[in-house]
Nanobody
């Protein structure tokens, strides 16, 4: 059983928007950081964004700054990734991942809990 469950992926045209959701029903998000990672075909998985559930600190990869916004709803135990102005190079499987307390860069080995991923395809 997956600890985290992603949803919201799909097919969108360049310049469009999607909002990904990560359900963290087993987590008290005050004590966890949740990150978003993505893996494009033939490429290594890379970090996209992260948020500390406790203090709201956020971090973004340079490639998505100004276009993506991460947020948390602790009452609903949900983390969201709002993706605007999507580009074909954003096409990937997107994963959410959790670790205790604080974001720790985008080294995936530091994240202990993972979802199964959701596909995002940006194409005209």
């Amino acid at each position: 059983q997956w600890q985290l469950v992603e949803s919201g992926g799909g097919l969108v045209q360049p310049g469009g928007s999607l909002r990904l959701s990560c359900a963290a029903s087993r987590f008290t998000l005050d004590y966890y950081a949740i990150g978003w990672f993505r893996q494009a075909p033939g490429k290594e998985r890379e970090g996209v964004s992260c948020i500390n559930g406790g203090d709201g600190y956020t971090d973004y990869a340079d490639s998505v700054k100004g276009r993506f916004t991460i947020s948390v709803d602790k009452a609903k135990k949900m983390v969201y990734l709002q993706m605007n102005n999507l580009k074909p190079e954003d096409t990937a499987v997107y994963y959410c991942a959790g670790r205790t307390y604080y974001c720790s860069g985008f080294n995936e080995e530091r994240y202990n809990y993972w979802g199964q991923g959701t596909q995002v395809t940006v194409s005209s």
